[in-house]
Every structure is written in C-alpha cells, then in structure tokens.
C-alpha cells in the first residue's frame, strides 16, 4: 500500500504588546521570576479581566494579511485544564467564535508555489513557565508569562513534509516581523508549534493523529516531523496500532516521549467566558487597521526588483529582515547607487553579521557614513580593497570614514608617473613572470598586476594600473 503523511500545525505567537492579555503587567521577556504578576494573572479570586485593545488589532492585523475573514462579533471561552503554571486551573481563549477564520499562506517549495489553508485565528493568555531544577530535586513556577498574549494560528492538514512546515513557519514569521506584531525570537518562546501528525493510505480518511509539543526551534521542528512519520511508519508496518497521544520532543535526545493521551474539546469543559463581554468590531475600526498595514516582504521584493533594479536574489536577502530592508531604502536614498547598496548590504554587511554573530533585525549602522564611502569607490577615489576594509571599521569601530582615508593616506593613487614607478618595480623583480606573459600564460599578469598594487600599498587605481602595465609590458615585447 502507498502511505503518505499528513500535517497540520499550531503556531502560538507571543504578541509585542508593552502589557498582558487582561491586565497591565509588563509583557518584557526575562527578570526576576514573578515579578511581573497581579491578581490578575495570578489567578487570586475576585480578580476581574480587562481585554487589551492592541491585542484584537494584531490579530486582525494577521488575519487581514492571511486573507481571513474577520468575525466582527466574536467571544471568549474558558479552557479548563489543571497544570502548575496555569493559576486559575482554566485558559481564557477563543473555542466556538475565533476572531478569523478560512485564510490561506502561500509557500515556495523549489519554485513551486504552495497554499497552505490557515483555519482560523484565535486569541489566548499564555500559562506561566515551569522551571525543573533536578539538582535541588524540584520544580519551580514563574508566572511572569501567565497572561502575556497569544494568538493561535491553526492551519489545515495540508503539509506532506518538513520542508513545507518550515517554509510556512518561516514565511509566516516574516508577515508577523513586518506587521510588528510578535518579535519571533524562538529561543526565548515568543514562537512556538505543535505539530499534528498522522500517517494514511492514499486517497483514504486521515489516520490517528500525534500531537508534539511546543517546539521552538526549526531544526527542532523538522527532526521532530522525521522521528513521528518513522515511529508511526514502524508501527503501521508491524500491523500496531498508533495512539492518539500529546508528545514531548527532547532535542538532546533526537526523539519524542509521549505526555499523555490526546484531549478532544470535550476534555476541556469549555464555556463562555462569563467576565468578558462578546467583542465587537465595528467596520470603521476594521477599515482604520487596514489602511494602517505596511507593505510586506513580498510586496517590497517586487517593487525593489521594478524600481531600484536589483535582482531577484539581492532582494530576497535584503527583505528577509524589515530592519536591513529600511537600511537599504535609506542607503539607496543617500548614496543614489541602489545597485552598488545592494551589493554592499547583500555581500560585505552581511558577511560581517555572520562573522560577528550580529543580529540583522536590531543592527544599526551609520548610513551616512556608508553613503559616503558608496561616494567614493563609486568615483574611483578609493579602491574596492579599501572599500570593504573601511566598511568593517564603520561596522566594528564606527569610524569616521573621512578621516580614517586622511589618517591612513587610502586615497587611490592615480598619478601616472607614481604608477610607472610601482610597475617598473613590480617588473624588475620578477623577470621570470615577465617571460611567462611574453610566452602568453594570463595568470602572470594577474601576478605582476598584485605585485604592482603591492608596490603601491593597495592604493593603485586598478584601472590605471592594468592600463600602464599593459602598455610596459608590450612595450617590452615589442622590443625584443
């Protein structure tokens, strides 16, 4: 028989609101455990929630972008479950009316597009953190994040490998990263996805599914995908039977343990939530938030591509983070050399960040600057050498690029007669590569060509140096 398998996820997305869900409480990540908590989201008896306007925004905001339509009345529900970081034993969340249903995101597996249906959108309180410590042969709980925001994106089985799961993930978090609505850090939580897996012969009903748990890494995600589908594989091929069950993903360990058997809706108990009114969003409140949407990767690679005329791939580097696309757009505003922009943030920036560890979506950098040796390589005051050694002092020691050339005499040397000399040099001491060009072996003049630049403290305009030595060169040829 022909088995495939079948994927659905949950992403849970911590949302960049400066409060909690349903109180004021600071949602910044880290500090001394629980103290960041009240009544509130402590769960203490005759506390009362207050919804948080910024969070319904950031959740049509999404949802508008992921082509949803947006429940302009919808409600909350109490899930309830008893774990040690959910104080109040029950999680205010959206069962019954989510805020958006039925959208879809496009992925691009290899060229070849993708739509992956999202089911809806819902909103929720996160629960706190639980913090084993076997050493002291115990475990504590810090409330802190019991209710920062979430939102829920739920998507259908429409996945068939981990190579789609990740594309989607990463295309999503790029909407949510230009939308500013979640940060997307996954090593601190602030994203996180179940996975949802089952194995199902062809063109037959979908199989008893596995649900892995809160995963924040990718390459977490896509081992996690491969260890289920050869676990469940396993099982189906020696006539077993797979368990409908939660799991954990230990990455230390490369596989998955199961937690407990798979909860249905029904397990939960859920009801309305009695101390929230049903949210209304009125039609001029939907209109002001989208007309208030950005323009997104996508958007911004197809008008880079148009309007500043660099190629696919340099915009497809430079839109991967919101910060270096506005770094861009201002360098090419500055510089007037979008092209020559683009090649200084796709090859020498980003090689810095890389070898730095930088983060490309916090990075700030001096534009003016950088515009300014753009100036100058671009008019042949300095060389291309110079170019990227002054960009890593900008980058490293924010240098100012004026003086730095003063103080080190960058300036391209072009005077012909100091060229001869450098040549002449260059020529006169290594008479054995000078045979070789006359015996037409190109690799000896791209020798004599460094020797010279050498000679000259890698100041040498390149192309008046190839010139001149060209012309000694055949000079001497013809002479012989």
Not at 387 to 401: A, M, R
Request: proline share 4%.
């Amino acid at each position: 028989m022909s088995l495939e398998m079948i994927i659905g996820i949950e992403v849970h997305a911590e949302l960049n609101t400066k409060s909690k869900i349903f109180c004021t409480c600071s949602t910044a990540f880290g500090g001394e455990a629980n103290s960041k908590v009240c009544p509130v989201c402590s769960g203490q008896p005759g506390s009362l929630p207050k919804l948080n306007e910024a969070v319904v925004e950031c959740a049509v905001k999404l949802g508008l972008v992921l082509g949803c339509t947006i429940n302009r009345n919808c409600k909350f529900d109490r899930k309830n479950y008893f774990y040690p970081d959910l104080p109040k034993a029950y999680q205010i969340s959206q069962l019954y009316f989510p805020i958006c249903t039925d959208g879809k995101l496009e992925i691009d597996i290899n060229g070849s597009k993708k739509s992956i249906g999202i089911r809806e959108i819902h909103i929720e309180e996160d629960a706190g953190k639980l913090i084993h410590a076997p050493s002291e042969n115990g475990t504590y709980i810090d409330y802190n994040r019991a209710g920062v925001p979430l939102l829920e994106i739920v998507t259908n089985p429409d996945f068939r490998s981990a190579q789609e799961v990740v594309a989607f993930i990463e295309r999503l978090r790029e909407t949510m990263l230009y939308l500013e609505i979640c940060d997307c850090k996954m090593q601190e939580g602030s994203l996180r996805a179940d996975v949802n897996l089952s194995i199902r012969e062809q063109g037959n009903e979908l199989g008893t599914r596995t649900e892995t748990k809160n995963m924040n890494s990718l390459r977490a995600i896509s081992r996690a995908i491969e260890y289920e589908r050869e676990r469940q594989l396993e099982i189906i091929n020696g006539n077993g039977k797979v368990v409908q069950q939660t799991r954990r993903w230990d990455e230390d360990k490369s596989k998955s343990f199961p937690m407990r058997s798979k909860e249905n809706a029904q397990d939960y108990r859920y009801f309305p939530e009695p101390d929230l009114q049903p949210l209304e969003i009125s039609e001029e409140r939907l209109n002001e938030i989208r007309k208030n949407i950005p323009e997104l990767a996508q958007e911004k690679r197809g008008r880079y591509m148009s309007e500043y005329g660099i190629s696919s791939h340099a915009a497809g580097i430079i839109c991967a983070s919101k910060n270096m696309a506005g770094l861009f757009e201002e360098l090419a505003q500055k510089s007037k050399e979008p092209v020559e922009a683009a090649n200084l943030i796709t090859g020498e920036l980003m090689r810095l960040i890389n070898n730095f560890n930088a983060d490309m979506d916090t990075l700030t950098i001096d534009v003016d600057k950088l515009a300014f040796l753009i100036y100058l390589v671009v008019n042949g005051k300095i060389n291309r050498g110079v170019y990227k050694d002054i960009v890593g002092e900008v980058f490293t020691n924010n240098v100012d690029p004026e003086k730095y050339i003063a103080e080190k005499g960058l300036l391209v040397v072009s005077d012909d007669d100091a060229i001869i000399a450098a040549v002449n040099e260059a020529l006169s001491k290594n008479s054995a590569a000078v045979g070789d060009f006359a015996a037409g072996k190109e690799k000896a003049f791209t020798f004599l060509m460094g020797q010279a630049m050498k000679s000259l403290g890698g100041k040498g305009d390149p192309v008046s140096v190839k010139r001149v030595l060209l012309k000694v060169l055949n000079e001497k040829n013809s002479c012989e």
